[in-house]
């Protein structure tokens, strides 16, 4: 008989890792722009966060698939995040939060992926219902940009870092109630199949794709608070477009699995594709009418809850059981490390010399690349009849 599923512990945790990173996203920029570092630095900082996953979640792993001890990697992973974060309060110059900034993210960057191999093993033959979980990190992190949004207007920036410290521990501590799932005789077998499935033409495209979709968004999580902000939006009601985003966001997740049974992963990827294509010219022309950054707010729910939960159903797709973790790790770093410090690093030199609308355009550029690499190469349903 099978073990019962721990929805509420897998939810909680799920919950309290997004309500962190809705913290950072729309407000350490604000907090950064607080202690007076100029666009380019901040871009630079904010890379930085992303830039550690390129190399964290495939050290870890690559640790994980070999030991199978993915429970403990994100208790380790969760304690230190909290732990390296205090730094944080005797730091005021750009290269002390550069420092702090990358210890802590080399941690937190590296528990996700691996968490989120724990919980489609706790799933089982139930894998469908992963984005009904995953939907209560959205709500976390929705509760945590309208709370914020208010609150930073009442107190003051200052306070966030106290803020997020308490999220983070709030994350070690439900990571000590998530058990360890069921492992299989292969799971800490040793062997050729990530690589092997790595060379596949497909796979290439998929993790090319994933890489540009985070680079767009790169504008987006860098600077659209500011770009609000510099509009005259006040931190309410920019906490809100934020909440708006996720609670879409949300809705997606709570009837993927339908969308995915009616349209196919292909059409549905090609779908969010164009409407990231959509969204980001929305804001680089039109970003001081509130109608239509509502509009673009709403496709949230394509350009990152679809695409999502897309590529985690193609990554255990392309993988094997024991090579998951890598799998998931790659689909981390090359998209929300590689893909998001490049898009941040483009942001931050697009915007003070060209503008946010240039930062934004080039943005859809990406997304229309990726729109063509998907035409072509992305066919799940091909690729698993040629290994048959």
């Known amino acids: 008989m099978s073990e019962p599923i721990p929805y509420r512990r897998l939810s909680g945790f799920y919950f309290f890792y997004f309500a962190l990173l809705g913290s950072i996203v729309p407000y350490w920029p604000l907090y950064?722009?607080?202690?007076e570092f100029d666009a380019r630095t901040i871009g630079m900082l904010m890379a930085i966060v992303q830039a550690s996953r390129i190399v964290a979640p495939n050290i870890w792993g690559w640790a994980a698939d070999r030991t199978g001890r993915r429970i403990e990697i994100v208790r380790f992973g969760s304690g230190m995040t909290a732990l390296v974060f205090l730094a944080i309060f005797w730091q005021d110059s750009a290269a002390g939060i550069a420092w702090v900034m990358l210890a802590f993210s080399f941690f937190w960057n590296a528990v996700l992926p691996q968490f989120e191999v724990i919980t489609l093993r706790h799933l089982g033959a139930q894998r469908a219902r992963y984005s009904q979980l995953r939907l209560w990190g959205s709500v976390g992190f929705v509760l945590t940009v309208v709370v914020l949004g208010w609150a930073l207007d009442v107190i003051g920036v200052n306070w966030l870092p106290w803020i997020m410290l308490g999220?983070?521990?709030?994350?070690?501590c439900t990571s000590l109630l998530v058990r360890a799932p069921a492992v299989s005789a292969r799971e800490g077998e040793a062997g050729g199949s990530f690589l092997s499935a790595l060379h596949c033409p497909q796979v290439m495209a998929f993790y090319a794709i994933v890489f540009l979709v985070q680079f767009s968004h790169g504008p987006y999580y860098t600077f659209y608070s500011l770009l609000l902000e510099?509009?005259?939006?006040?931190?309410?009601?920019?906490?809100?477009?934020w909440a708006l985003g996720v609670v879409a966001e949300i809705l997606v997740f709570a009837v993927m699995h339908r969308l995915i049974g009616r349209f196919g992963v292909r059409q549905l990827m090609l779908i969010s594709l164009w409407l990231c294509v959509l969204r980001w010219l929305l804001i680089a022309w039109v970003p001081d009418c509130l109608p239509l950054m509502l509009l673009a707010q709403v496709l949230h729910?394509?350009?990152f809850g679809c695409l999502h939960a897309l590529g985690i159903a193609l990554v255990q797709q392309y993988f094997s059981e024991h090579s998951q973790g890598q799998g998931q790790a790659l689909f981390s770093s090359f998209g929300f490390?590689?893909?998001?410090?490049?898009?941040?690093?483009?942001?931050?030199?697009?915007?003070?010399?060209?503008?946010s609308g240039v930062a934004f355009?080039?943005?859809?550029?990406?997304?229309?690349?990726a729109i063509l690499l998907a035409m072509v190469w992305i066919r799940p349903e091909k690729l698993q009849q040629n290994e048959r």
């Open 32 to 35: 950064l722009k607080s202690l």
């Open 361 to 369: 355009m080039t943005a859809a550029a990406a997304s229309a690349v």
């Open 301 to 303: 729910a394509a350009t």
């Open 167 to 172: 999220l983070m521990l709030l994350i070690w």
């Open 230 to 241: 510099s509009l005259g939006y006040s931190r309410g009601v920019i906490g809100l477009l």
């Open 337 to 355: 490390g590689a893909g998001g410090a490049s898009g941040a690093l483009m942001a931050g030199l697009l915007w003070e010399a060209q503008g």
